[in-house]
């Protein structure tokens, strides 16, 4: 089980360009999460999908946008990248089920936006 | 508003010299707290699951407590692989993503 991969590792990217962040997971998991981590601020949920079919605003969305392709993959899309936007941003999967809300996370993708 | 807030923000030990991490949280109705580990350059590892007060969970030179308002990481004897970041998380009341604090910074010196 490789569990939660994303791609790419590393990407630089000039202000207003565009991109397309994968994860995908092997774990049969219902719930897919995008979050990014800066440094003093923690990891700030992006979006996330509780299921196949569905997304939701977490609290950092704006500029984002995601596609839950299908139960294993949950992309993460910038559609006019900002400075701002320079990050480490983490994909995760989880169960859904009652109680259980362990989250398994990916290597990450270190985006620089210059 | 849920928070979660985590202390001391770095924490230096000598190897072998015991201590705790706090993560204190607000929310109504606790459905489990969450420890990780993060390693530079890695995602957050899973470590533990806390669900109830008085509840304790252990592995290796690390153990987790939980009461009403906070939790404890207690770290036995550390040795220089424990240094990392240790995070700590509670669900978000609107479902079932995880609202984390901004982590203690461990490092362990020889």
């Known amino acids: 089980n490789a569990g939660v991969t994303q791609t790419p590792k590393f990407q630089v990217l000039k202000t207003g360009q565009s991109m397309t962040l994968q994860c995908a997971q092997d774990m049969n998991h219902n719930s897919m999460y995008w979050y990014r981590q800066d440094p003093g601020m923690g990891l700030r949920l992006i979006y996330y999908s509780a299921s196949e079919g569905t997304t939701d605003k977490g609290e950092v969305p704006n500029g984002y946008n995601v596609s839950r392709l299908n139960k294993r993959e949950f992309s993460l899309r910038l559609e006019s990248a900002a400075p701002s936007q320079t990050s480490v941003y983490f994909c995760?999967?989880?169960?859904?089920?009652?109680?259980?809300?362990?989250?398994?996370f990916g290597p990450g993708t270190r985006l620089t936006v210059t | 508003e849920d928070q979660v807030t985590q202390s001391p923000e770095a924490l230096r030990l000598q190897e072998g010299e015991s201590s705790s991490l706090n993560c204190s949280y607000t929310v109504s109705g606790l459905r489990g707290l969450f420890w990780y580990r993060q390693d530079p350059g890695k995602g957050p590892e899973f470590l533990f699951t806390l669900y109830s007060a008085g509840e304790e969970k252990e592995k290796e030179r690390l153990k987790a407590t939980l009461t009403k308002k906070e939790s404890f990481l207690h770290i036995t004897a550390p040795k220089p692989e424990d240094s990392a970041t240790y995070l700590c998380?509670?669900?978000?009341?609107?479902?079932?993503?995880?609202?984390f604090g901004k982590g203690t910074s461990l490092l362990v010196t020889p």
């Open positions: 998380a509670v669900p978000f009341n609107s479902g079932y993503a995880l609202n």
């Open positions: 995760a999967s989880s169960e859904r089920r009652q109680g259980n809300y362990e989250q398994y």
